[in-house]
């Protein structure tokens, strides 16, 4: 089975991160950096 079990997976991205990572093509730690300077920390719970 390839699937990884449910306590190895990593915590799924913020919607925020996802979009930032996208339009901009940054990495997972530079898109969080740059959510939480521009939304706050707000931004990662919804």
Same mark, same amino acid.
């Given at each position: 089975m390839t699937a990884l079990p449910l306590r190895s997976r990593p915590a799924p991205l913020p919607p925020i991160v996802r979009?930032?990572? +996208?339009? +901009?093509g940054l990495s997972e730690p530079s898109a969080r950096a740059v959510a939480s300077l521009a939304n706050g920390e707000a931004a990662f719970h919804g």
């Amino acid at each position: 089975m390839t699937a990884l079990p449910l306590r190895s997976r990593p915590a799924p991205l913020p919607p925020i991160v996802r979009r930032i990572m +996208h339009n +901009h093509g940054l990495s997972e730690p530079s898109a969080r950096a740059v959510a939480s300077l521009a939304n706050g920390e707000a931004a990662f719970h919804g």
